[in-house]
T-cell receptor, first 115, second 111 residues
Framework: DAGITQSPRYKITETGRQVTLMCHQT?????MFWYRQDLGHGLRLIYY???????DKGEVPDGYVVSRSKTENFPLTLESATRSQTSVYFC??????????????FGPGTRLTVL | KQEVTQIPAALSVPEGENLVLNCSFT??????LQWFRQDPGKGLTSLLL?????REQTSGRLNASLDKSSGRSTLYIAASQPGDSATYLC??????????FGKGTTLSVSS
């Protein structure tokens, strides 16, 4: 399917476990992003990537790790999950960002619960 | 630090009414502004993108305007329908790459 997909859509885990959320896009967009959405905070950037092997921190990166070995994939790993990481996670992509400021497209989200 | 505010937080209108959602931002040095729709438990759907050089964008019954100098954008919805019920999010992008979001306006359109 064309577009941006995320897996799993729902995940329940326990504190201290490692969890990886997957994101895949079929547009060959250069930029990819991870946001988390929480009541009272709205959407906040965790990490982003400008191209394969180029990543950078966003507003709330602590406790997360990302990688981007291929343009189309941008996995997000919680190395040791904490209850505060219970959230809805959204992946997004855009063709160009920064100066050109092109449109960002979002995946359906992953609802993560950490017990 | 850029802050994006959306007022009101919630809005209820009868079907057929025209309505305006407001978005304000504190730093006018933006590259673009994007309006999204989010249905409960769903992802974000992009509605309109306004580049900093533009004043407005239209798509169907939706019209978004941008006034950079005053730090304001509005989303106008004509002839509202129950299917328009959702949360509408405004986001800006400036130096850097990430969108900075407001907390949204939750719209309810009654039939």
């Amino acid at each position: 399917d064309a577009g941006i997909t995320q897996s799993p859509r729902y995940k329940i885990t326990e504190t201290g476990r490692q969890v990886t959320l997957m994101c895949h896009q079929t547009w060959s967009h250069s930029y990819m992003f991870w946001y988390r959405q929480d009541l009272g905070h709205g959407l906040r950037l965790i990490y982003y990537s400008a191209a394969a092997d180029i990543t950078d921190k966003g507003e709330v990166p602590d406790g997360y790790v990302v990688s981007r070995s291929k343009t189309e994939n941008f996995p997000l790993t919680l190395e040791s999950a904490t209850r505060s990481q219970t959230s809805v996670y959204f992946c997004a992509s855009s063709e160009i960002s920064g100066g050109a400021g092109n449109e960002q497209f979002f995946g359906p989200g992953t609802r993560l619960t950490v017990l | 630090k850029q802050e994006v505010t959306q007022i009101p937080a919630a809005l209820s209108v009868p079907e057929g009414e025209n309505l305006v959602l407001n978005c304000s931002f504190t730093d006018s040095a933006i590259y673009n502004l994007q309006w999204f729709r989010q249905d409960p438990g769903k992802g974000l759907t992009s509605l309109l993108l306004i580049q900093s050089s533009q004043r407005e964008q239209t798509s169907g019954r939706l019209n978004a305007s941008l006034d950079k100098s005053s730090g304001r954008s509005t989303l106008y919805i004509a002839a509202s329908q129950p299917g328009d019920s959702a949360t509408y999010l405004c986001a800006v992008i400036q130096a850097g790459t990430a969108l900075i979001f407001g907390k949204g306006t939750t719209l309810s359109v009654s039939s």
